[in-house]
């Protein structure tokens, strides 16, 4: 117990409520002092771990993501360990497209789909290959970006992926509809940056399997055409 044997705190996690209703998960750290006259104080402080849980499930699920849902993991990771709405994994397609290879909108996956590159944040991400941060009206910025002010962006994180060849092949984004401050960014850059290798990893792979599978079909096209035999030489 507490104040006996030499135990001077204790700390374990627990759910407080907060006044506007919803729950928080928070660390109570409680301390007992003796003071000069022998008389004793027990002091509890509490501290909200929201981040760090959120932190520790999204790095679970990168740890795990694997396979033809690798990255569906991976978008939903960083919608969770960097607090955003929207999160996607984009591949870069033709001169300016990007076609979402996974979407996760509030938690939950959602439908894939297209947008263009020009006047949009993710283009400079494309242009300079540089982490891009921007903290807040990120709507009122890229006004020509109907998806973003449709959504109603206020903030937004995307960092380059490539490919084995060291080249600019996709893009991964979050987006908020709150403005994320500095210090927010940072502490969830590094979970970013390792969500980035692992989503450039796995597009690699998808990329690198869906060009076999159409040389295999054009070999075998080739092959079912022919009067005589073929040999393919690499």
Not at 93 to 109: A, R, T, W, Y
Not at 188 to 213: C, D, G, N, P, V
Request: glycine share 8%; aromatic share 6%; with cysteine.
């Amino acid at each position: 117990p507490l104040g006996e044997d030499g135990v001077t705190h204790l700390a374990f996690e627990t759910v407080h409520r907060h006044k506007n209703g919803h729950d928080i998960p928070v660390e109570i750290l409680l301390q007992h002092y003796v003071l000069k006259d022998d008389s004793t104080r027990f002091i509890a402080t509490a501290r909200d771990i929201s981040a760090r849980n959120r932190h520790n499930k999204a790095l679970e699920m990168l740890s795990v993501a694997s396979g033809d849902n690798a990255l569906d993991s991976i978008a939903t990771a960083v919608c969770i360990g960097l607090d955003v709405r929207w999160a996607g994994v984009g591949r870069l397609i033709g001169d300016n497209l990007v076609q979402v290879e996974s979407f996760c909108q509030d938690g939950k996956l959602e439908a894939n789909f297209q947008y263009s590159l020009i006047n949009s944040p993710c283009e400079i991400v494309r242009d300079k290959c540089i982490t891009t941060i921007i903290h807040s009206a990120v709507s009122q910025i890229f006004l020509k970006d109907e998806l973003i002010v449709e959504m109603g962006a206020e903030s937004y994180c995307g960092e380059p992926l490539y490919d084995e060849g060291g080249n600019i092949s996709g893009i991964l984004w979050g987006l908020h509809d709150e403005e994320k401050s500095g210090q927010e960014m940072i502490e969830t850059l590094t979970l970013f940056k390792l969500a980035a290798k692992r989503a450039s990893l796995e597009l690699s792979k998808r990329l690198s399997e869906h060009s076999l599978a159409i040389k295999h079909q054009f070999n075998q096209a080739l092959l079912n055409g022919a009067s005589v035999g073929i040999v393919s030489m690499n």
